[in-house]
């Protein structure tokens, strides 16, 4: 199987710009969860969306949005991006009917905001 | 709102010695999960304990759940140079509840 697919993997934006980054799961994998990771900070929950609908949200503003497609891929969008936005957002896919609650992290978009 | 800590949070190491890092939850987790992240990687799933008390091994790696689930701490023997990265533990606070919160992570670095 594919691992986690995420585009892009580097961006430049500036002050003020909007952006989208993408994620497509593992197959039948219907689970997508949002990361922003910052250094020191460890990984921050942005959000997780199942079956198209966000079931839980982490402690983020407004200008961070997401939603999920009837193929589960998901998008998030970062709308009037601040210099602090600069992370590397991360989407991790799971499979809920499983045992486990392993997440499958894909290698991450990288987002410098200048 | 549920929070994660994890000491240290870095970890320098002589190769072939032993070392500890702990993770504590402000809240009862209802299970504990254990990634590593390479430098330039992405967090790769190491293990999940579920049970109180529980202790899980992966050759030189000792995973432990506490009693009252709220910590856990993973042990590495004989550390090697690929044990180099980034530990973080992580935890949802049910299984109804998936939003997983990761500690800040213990960062190794290895002297050979």
């Known amino acids: 199987k594919a691992g986690v697919t995420q585009t892009p993997r580097y961006l430049i934006k500036t002050r003020g710009q909007q952006v989208t980054l993408s994620c497509s799961p593992i197959s039948g994998h219907r689970s997508v969860s949002w990361y922003q990771q910052t250094p020191g900070q460890g990984l921050q929950f942005l959000f997780e969306?199942?079956?198209?609908?966000?079931?839980n949200k982490g402690n983020f503003p407004g200008r961070f949005s997401g939603r999920q497609f009837s193929n589960s891929r998901s998008e998030m969008n970062v709308s009037t991006l601040e210099l602090g936005d600069s992370a590397l957002y991360l989407c991790?896919?799971?499979?809920?009917?499983?045992?486990?609650?392993?997440?499958?992290f894909g290698e991450g978009s990288r987002l410098t905001v200048l | 709102g549920q929070q994660v800590m994890q000491i240290p949070q870095y970890q320098h190491v002589q190769e072939g010695e032993d070392f500890t890092t702990y993770c504590n939850s402000s809240?009862?987790?209802?299970?504990i999960q254990w990634y590593k992240q390479r430098p330039g990687g992405h967090p790769v799933f190491l293990i999940q304990l579920v049970k109180s008390g529980e202790v899980k091994k992966q050759k030189r790696l000792t995973f432990q759940f506490g009693e009252a689930k709220k910590n856990s701490s993973l042990h590495i023997t004989a550390t090697q140079t690929t044990d180099v990265g980034t530990y973080f533990c992580a935890g949802p606070p049910s299984s109804n509840d998936y939003k997983l919160s990761f500690g800040a992570g213990t960062t190794v670095t290895v002297r050979a």
């Open positions: 991790a896919s799971r499979d809920r009917s499983s045992n486990t609650g392993e997440l499958f």
């Open positions: 969306y199942f079956s198209e609908t966000q079931r």
């Open positions: 809240t009862t987790l209802s299970n």
